[in-house]
């Protein structure tokens, strides 16, 4: 018995002095797509997010900030399910996810109905924020990014005949070249020619031979880095001279470059970032440098904006009495104002990020500020 | 269109032709001895594109030394399939084999995806075959020109050896009659063995080629071309090595016609493939060679 | 008639028990697995019917369950809700027009992806065996070609969204346990006897006067009616959906659940059901770091995926029955007439 009660004793001092010496832990969800058709692109956010992380992965008063990723595989029935566990399961103060548009409405009503905040980094659609209380992006919509480059492209570039394309089985394509389209003809431009693509694709050359024909001086496609780059790349081959601006998407995978190769050269787009803009706050500085330290590679767009959604959410935490109250978290999320992240001042409005884009050139096969656009 | 565009397209139905042709061999000759539709084969394909690309980025070989490894690598995976999943299913019913065919398509995809990460990977081929080549008007670089004729040259040599060999003579009783030949003293395991070694070398030189002309590699890439290299066997007469070729150039040719003619339907290319395998299937599945597996070979 | 022995209403109840306890049990996550469990249910066990039953190996259901997502989700979306989610291009008329509560909505999702079926038997069951799955695959990527590319039907690749999230886990059970006894009806009655004959052989069975093209047509439009309800729940219970959702992976991970479960086999179906979905929950570790007595792995995303791939290729070659064969749990307690 006597043993018993040793051993009773110390496990009980031991539990006692540890629930003492641990802090307090404060859990982020996050769901990626690290697998799948875009598991790329998850893989490079969450690159951003682990620097981030260790760069400042406590609160003010102490506790921990745990990070609990999940792989939604790219697919939406995969991120409702991560939702639902990440916020019943795992009990997470906020979620980080869920990159594409799609996806993160998958899970927004479980998010709503839990009252749990939810920011998404990349995701553009305008319907993902909307009528919601809980959701808010870093990123600017694909609203304004359409509206940019429509206005670059007749004040900048003044070119008043474009031609358009569009990826039909991306949303975040479909977005943009609606509003592309209507601020383009607002401002005077015409679009000659509707080009659809798909995807997955990887030959064009019938397309773009289709337009050769037509000498176009200026064509806006706002895909993906794959197509992109092969778009590139083949509408070299066919010696098709104009002038291409491409959109966020374009640059998001170094892939771009690497396939596009001396192609790209000269083609402007817009962004969310530039690694050699003028750096508008300390912390981009400094996580940039930290993360190529860390990486040995630049930082992804994506990467930053996944940073920064963590960023957002800490500040949020930190003005709250309980770092673990999704309900005040959320209000402070919403309230961010002139936020100095690692990707540029971020305010949020209903949701919205209302932050500046930025125009950039390609020179020696990496992106060269030109110029910033304001909200 | 004028004359120049209708050259240019010409040359890119030609391009892009060859490369379905090239997959589609190997499809047709495993589907011809085993009846089985080998849905690992476009993956085959993609492993080829990869062990190129890893030699070449993490191995730092030169390029005639990856295209080495990577028929070496996608010979001994076919092999390895064969073996480990088909040959002891050899007389289960085929719905058996199809079914374990998917999953191990399933399975390299995923493989490659968890070892090379799911980011497109840009395939480095040798600045020669970026050349701009100039025909008065139309522009071509020097892949339009190899690919169609190495696919040629492989199929002359695979129908000599077919034709005019003692092991392609086994081949083509093998896809006559399986059980009789067993029967007769010819090691039947030891030809399919041959078989998927030759579709697998075939696909890898498919791979290669393909990943010059769109040097972005993912680990799902073969699934379409997969498919339409199917479809394009289909058309042409699946079992018949000349149909698969044939098949082949139609499919790239039509895909290129659509959107050259009807660009607003673009966006549908990909489903030519399928409604030209749905349309020779339920009309006229022999197909264009009109083999007729009762009474054929090869 | 199914046959109401004693054990069939035993299982009924102890279902229809659970169904009621469940909300008690599990939180939030585990509700929404078993709802994902009760709409697999009926997805396997109508995929089971043209598969396993009648051995026409089917490579469509995805397209069914596409089209079935589809008609549920406009018909519960209001005219309001329309206007503002395409995107793209305007809804057409008789889209805005579509406007129904759930249970129509559901029915005609059935009836149409039946409809669909009904077309499409004509040139299916023209060919056999491999053919059937390319040209069914075929099909299957048409119909979310047609989806992608048809705007001002289906929104495009934006899809539908903020659904009218109308169902619990009532719904979820009770229709599944609907589905699964109208299904047993199928299965043994004399037409469930035909398609298994056809399945067994199908010159035999046309040479003994089965008309095997009635039969397998039959077969696989109860399936695509089937599938199609489930497509629409699933719409509902995800709120939104996109031409995305239905990919070949779908018919795969159904194709492992019934495989998994015995070809031919409801019982097997509900198994595969259980195991896959609640599986492939319960393997999410593979997905991240892992510590395995004490050593740390990376985390190597997408494992969980080569580890199905594996399973079902173990499955094929080991044990092809299945878990029940060609039985049912009924068979395992009494002599199979």
């Known amino acids: 018995m006597k043993l018993l009660n040793k051993v009773l004793t110390i496990s009980a001092c031991a539990m006692l002095s540890a629930s003492i010496v641990t802090a307090k832990e404060v859990k982020i969800g996050v769901i990626m797509p690290m697998s799948g058709p875009i598991g790329g692109f998850g893989q490079s956010a969450n690159k951003g997010l682990e620097v981030m992380h260790s760069m400042n992965n406590k609160l003010d008063n102490g506790d921990t900030v745990k990070l609990i990723l999940i792989d939604n595989k790219s697919d939406k029935i995969e991120s409702a399910n991560s939702a639902s566990k990440l916020i019943s399961s795992d009990k997470v103060t906020a979620i980080i996810g869920a990159l594409t548009s799609t996806n993160t409405m998958a899970m927004t009503k479980i998010a709503e109905n839990a009252k749990v905040p939810v920011v998404a980094p990349v995701a553009t659609n305008i319907l993902v924020t909307k009528r919601k209380e809980y959701v808010s992006r870093v990123c600017f919509s694909d609203a304004f990014q359409g509206e940019v480059a429509a206005n670059f492209a007749i004040n900048e570039l003044k070119q008043k005949e474009a031609v358009l394309i569009t990826d039909v089985k991306l949303d975040y394509s479909i977005g943009i070249a609606k509003i592309f389209k209507r601020a383009y003809k607002k401002l005077g431009g015409k679009i000659v020619k509707n080009v659809r693509i798909n995807s997955g694709d990887t030959d064009f050359k019938a397309m773009l031979s289709n337009l050769k024909a037509m000498k176009p001086k200026f064509i806006f496609f706002p895909v993906y880095s794959s197509e992109a780059g092969l778009i590139a790349k083949q509408a070299r081959q066919l010696g098709i001279k104009a002038k291409f601006l491409g959109t966020d998407g374009m640059t998001a995978d170094k892939v771009f470059f690497k396939a596009g190769g001396k192609a790209v050269e000269g083609f402007y787009g817009t962004n969310l970032f530039s690694s050699d803009a003028p750096k508008t706050t300390e912390l981009s500085k400094k996580f940039d440098d930290t993360f190529t330290k860390q990486k040995n590679e630049s930082v992804h767009p994506f990467g930053v904006l996944a940073a920064d959604s963590y960023n957002i959410i800490v500040a949020a935490m930190n003005k709250c009495k309980d770092p673990a109250d999704n309900v005040c978290v959320n209000k402070n999320i919403r309230a961010t104002k002139n936020f100095k992240g690692a990707s540029g001042v971020i305010s949020i409005e209903n949701g919205d990020a209302k932050r500046s884009a930025i125009i950039n050139i390609i020179e020696n096969g990496k992106e060269k500020y030109l110029t910033t656009v304001n909200p | 269109m004028d004359f120049i565009t209708f050259i240019q397209q010409l040359i890119n139905g030609i391009s892009l032709g060859s490369m379905y042709a090239l997959i589609a061999i190997g499809y047709t000759m495993v589907y011809g001895v085993l009846r089985l539709i080998n849905f690992a084969h476009a ?67 995923n493989i490659v995806n968890v070892t090379f990460g799911g980011t497109p990977k840009s395939f480095n081929a040798p600045e020669f075959f970026d050349t701009i080549i100039e025909l008065s008007g139309a522009t071509l670089t020097p892949t339009v020109i190899i690919v169609p004729v190495v696919t040629v040259l492989l199929l002359s040599i695979l129908l000599f050896i077919l034709y005019r060999t003692k092991y392609g003579m086994a081949i083509r009783a093998l896809a006559f009659d399986i059980k009789t030949v067993s029967l007769m003293g010819i090691d039947s395991n030891r030809i399919i063995m041959i078989v998927f070694i030759i579709g697998s070398a075939l696909a890898a030189v498919g791979g290669i080629f393909w990943a010059i002309s769109y040097p972005i590699l993912t680990p799902y890439m073969g699934v379409m071309i997969g498919l339409k290299a199917f479809a394009a066997a289909v058309l042409g007469g699946i079992g018949s090595v000349s149909g698969a070729v044939l098949g082949g150039f139609i499919l790239g040719f039509t895909e290129v016609a659509v959107v050259a003619l009807y660009p607003e339907l673009g966006a549908y290319k990909d489903a030519i493939a399928f409604v030209f395998l749905i349309i020779v299937l339920v009309l006229k599945p022999t197909g264009i060679m009109g083999i007729n597996f009762e009474k054929s070979r090869f | 008639m199914a046959k109401l022995n004693k054990n069939f209403i035993v299982y009924l109840l102890i279902s229809i028990a659970f169904i009621c306890i469940s909300p008690y049990v599990f939180e939030d996550y585990g509700m929404r697995i078993l709802n994902n469990i009760f709409i697999f249910i009926i997805l396997a066990v109508s995929y089971n019917l043209i598969n396993g039953i009648t051995g026409q190996l089917s490579l469509e259901p995805n397209g069914f369950v596409a089209i079935g997502a589809y008609v549920t989700a406009l018909a519960l979306l209001s005219e309001d809700m329309k206007w503002e989610l395409f995107q793209l291009e305007d809804p057409s008329p008789w889209v805005l027009g579509l406007n129904l509560d759930l249970i129509p909505a559901l029915l005609l999702s059935g009836v149409v992806a039946s409809a669909v079926a009904f077309v499409l038997a004509v040139p299916v069951f ?177 494992l969980r995926m080569v580890v199905f791939s594996l399973v079902l290729i173990i499955v094929m070659l080991f044990a092809r029955e299945g878990i029940m064969g060609k039985k049912e749990f009924s068979d395992i307690f009494r002599k199979k007439k």
Not at chain 2, 47 to 52: E, Q, S, Y
């Open chain 2, 43 to 109: 993956d085959i394909m993609m492993v080829a594109a990869f062990a190129a690309f890893f030699a070449i980025d993490s191995l730092e070989v030169s390029f005639v030394l990856a295209t080495i490894i990577a028929i070496l690598v996608s010979v001994v995976t076919g092999i390895l399939t064969d073996r480990v999943a088909y040959k002891p299913l050899r007389h289960s019913p085929r719905i058996s084999l199809l079914i374990t065919a998917i999953g191990v398509s399933f399975f390299l995809e």
């Open chain 3, 126 to 302: 023209r060919v056999r065996g491999d053919y059937l799955a390319i040209v069914t695959l075929g099909f299957g990527f048409i119909i979310k070609v047609l989806a992608i590319n048809s705007p001002e039907v289906t929104n495009g690749s934006i899809g539908l969204n903020e659904i009218p999230s109308v169902i619990n886990v009532y719904w979820t059970g009770g229709i599944a346990i609907v589905t699964v006894i109208l299904i047993l009806n199928v299965v043994y009655s004399k037409y469930g006897r035909a398609m298994k004959a056809v399945r067994d052989d199908e010159d035999a069975a046309s040479a003994i006067g089965i008309d095997t093209f009635k039969i397998k047509t039959l077969a696989f439009i109860t399936s695509a009616f089937f599938e199609g309800i489930g497509g629409g729940l699933l719409a509902v219970l995800l709120t939104t959906i996109s031409p995305d959702l239905f990919t070949f992976f779908l018919t795969f991970q159904l194709l492992i659940i019934i495989v998994l479960g015995g070809l031919g086999s409801m019982s097997g179906a509900i198994i595969g059901t259980v195991l896959v979905i609640g599986g492939s929950e319960w393997l999410r570790f593979l997905d991240s770091s892992m510590n395995i007595f004490g050593y740390v792995t990376d985390a190597h995303p997408g």
